[in-house]
């Protein structure tokens, strides 16, 4: 079994930053790609950003400049580093993880998520 563990968020005023982790844990070979998802009320989940073993990265638009995706893979972390934040990027924050428990298969897991509230 592996786990993914998030922490970081609560609640900021617009403009300020958050910095979010996510720890896997368990049954890990390795570790492919890790993502951040959010979803707010009454929206879909969608992808926020993702990383490859290797470090190259992707993020959503509408974040790209504002947050950075970074992990450590000794630690099996990966973290989302979120500034300027906006009202709109309310949401859970959900960690998701692309994991090889046994050299041969992999699998996706998901974090329990945590909440980021933007409000002054």
């Known amino acids: 079994q592996v786990q993914l563990v998030e922490s970081g968020g609560g609640l900021v005023q617009p403009g300020g930053s958050l910095r979010l982790s996510c720890a896997a844990s368990?049954?890990?070979?390795?570790?492919?790609?890790m993502r951040w998802y959010r979803q707010a009320p009454g929206k879909q989940r969608d992808l926020v950003a993702g990383?490859?073993?290797?470090?190259?990265?992707n993020y959503a638009d509408s974040v790209k400049g504002r947050f950075t995706i970074s992990r450590d893979n000794a630690k099996n972390t990966v973290y989302l580093q979120m500034n300027s934040l906006k009202p709109e990027d309310t949401a859970v924050y959900y960690c998701?993880?692309?994991?090889?428990?046994?050299?041969?298969?992999?699998?996706?897991?998901w974090g329990q998520g945590t909440q980021v509230t933007v409000s002054s």
């Open positions: 990383i490859i073993t290797g470090g190259s990265t």
């Open positions: 368990g049954s890990i070979f390795s570790i492919n790609v």
């Open positions: 998701n993880a692309d994991v090889n428990i046994d050299g041969y298969y992999s699998y996706s897991y």
